[in-house]
């Protein structure tokens, strides 16, 4: 019992850790890119630029309040509660798809949207629709990727808690 309270310890902190650094990250990023791409003065920077721009805003805000939530919810976590409330939690917690899985996917299509337009004249390709699909497909490809790093650290490090504490649940409660 011990053993899992300290592996569930060790993991929310190493989550909490890496949520502040990514909102640090993206609290500093969103200014850094308002101010260069979006209301910079400086007349040679195109609409394209500044759209692009105003999609990277609009998605590192939106990172940076997800994982804003994230390190808050990691902060929060009480270890004093009685133990079957605390394991149901540890449950919850660690299920693999939960609702900022799926609140990530709107930073993602802002993202998309941004690198859409930074990408487009560098594709030498004539078929402006074709182009967009391959611009797209590298995009979405190079996310795909990215959450199936994510499946593996949450198989290798998260799942097993959530297994063993549901593990635990079913114990105490039969």
């Keep these: 019992m011990d053993q899992l309270i300290n592996k569930l310890k060790k993991e929310d902190r190493r989550n909490y850790v890496i949520s502040k650094r990514f909102q640090v990250l993206y609290w500093i990023m969103t200014p850094l890119y308002f101010a260069l791409l979006v209301i910079n003065p400086d007349p040679d920077l195109t609409l394209n630029e500044r759209l692009e721009g105003t999609f990277f805003v609009?998605?590192?805000?939106?990172?940076?309040?997800?994982?804003?939530?994230?390190?808050k919810s990691y902060g929060?976590?009480?270890?004093?509660?009685?133990?079957?409330?605390?394991?149901?939690q540890a449950v919850k917690r660690y299920k693999f798809w939960q609702l900022k899985t799926g609140l990530a996917f709107i930073?993602?299509?802002?993202?998309?949207?941004?690198?859409?337009?930074?990408?487009?004249?560098?594709?030498?390709?004539?078929?402006?629709?074709?182009?967009?699909?391959?611009?797209?497909g590298v995009i979405w490809g190079v996310f795909t990727l990215a959450f199936l790093v994510g499946?593996?650290?949450?198989?290798?490090?998260?799942?097993?808690l959530r297994d063993r504490a549901l593990q635990m649940l079913c114990e105490l409660h039969s």
């Design 151 to 160: 499946v593996g650290i949450w198989y290798v490090k998260q799942k097993p």
């Design 58 to 71: 609009l998605s590192f805000i939106s990172f940076a309040l997800i994982f804003r939530h994230m390190k």
């Design 107 to 136: 930073p993602m299509i802002l993202m998309s949207i941004g690198l859409g337009i930074a990408y487009y004249d560098r594709v030498k390709i004539a078929d402006p629709v074709l182009r967009i699909v391959v611009i797209e």
């Design 76 to 88: 929060e976590i009480d270890y004093s509660l009685p133990l079957v409330v605390m394991l149901e």
